[in-house]
T-cell receptor, first 111, second 117 residues
């Protein structure tokens, strides 16, 4: 079945540091890939997405590229801010538009 | 102007009780979902409905019964609550189950934190 593996957290960075959160997936067919963000006490918000191989999703300085050859969708940001502190979920959109989530990675950004 | 709303936001109840969580979306979407997020933040789909028809039922105990009175609502009723049901439950919606993938992302509600004592 479909599965998503993302790096364990928490990840603690200083403000303006470079961020990478790794995500790899296993799926049948050609899924869409997503990153969702959950700020403390809130629901999930779609951060970015990619619907086919080599697509790059980007939003608010975050980027991720759909790599079919390595089955990966790593999240990157060049310079993180304290306001980026949240839990980040990698997800795969499979049959029936069902989302399969990774375990989430908590990011803490400190001054 | 809330897109996907859930009530209540918090629900504290005793084991063995029956409770319901309501979800409404005003986005005009055809498909709605329920997800469960456990204490370790792991999210898993429970159900999806497309135009009031059950599409996905992910081996959820039959104490959980979703009900969709119309396309804009998907309620979750839970019978005989157990300690292990304590979690945050998220409702979500999307345009349609087989709409083109470029536009078919899911929009999530704020969540309902259920605590079973």
């Amino acid at each position: 079945g479909d599965s998503v593996t993302q790096m364990e957290g928490p990840v603690t960075l200083s403000e303006e540091a470079f961020l990478t959160i790794n995500c790899t997936y296993t799926a049948t067919g050609y899924p869409s890939l997503f990153w969702y963000v959950q700020y403390p006490g809130e629901g999930l918000q779609l951060l970015l997405k990619a619907t086919k191989a080599d697509d790059k999703g980007s939003n608010k300085g975050f980027e991720a590229t759909y790599r079919k050859e390595t089955t990966s969708f790593h999240l990157e940001k060049g310079s993180v801010q304290v306001s980026d502190s949240a839990v980040y979920f990698c997800a795969l959109g499979g049959g029936g538009n069902k989302l399969t989530f990774g375990t989430g990675t908590q990011l803490k950004v400190e001054l | 102007d809330t897109a996907v709303s859930q009530t209540p936001k918090y629900l504290v109840t005793q084991m063995g009780n029956d409770k319901s969580i309501k979800c409404e979306q005003n986005l005009g979407h055809d498909t709605m979902y329920w997800y469960k997020q456990d204490s370790k933040k792991f999210l898993k789909i429970m159900f999806s409905y497309n135009n009031k028809e059950l599409i996905i039922n992910e081996t959820v105990p039959n104490r959980f019964s979703p009900k969709s009175p119309d396309k804009a609502h998907l309620n979750l009723h839970i019978n005989s609550l157990e300690l292990g049901d304590s979690a945050v439950y998220f409702c979500a919606s999307s345009l349609a189950i087989n709409f083109r993938r470029e536009k078919n992302e899911q929009f999530f509600g704020p969540g309902t934190r259920l605590t079973v004592l």
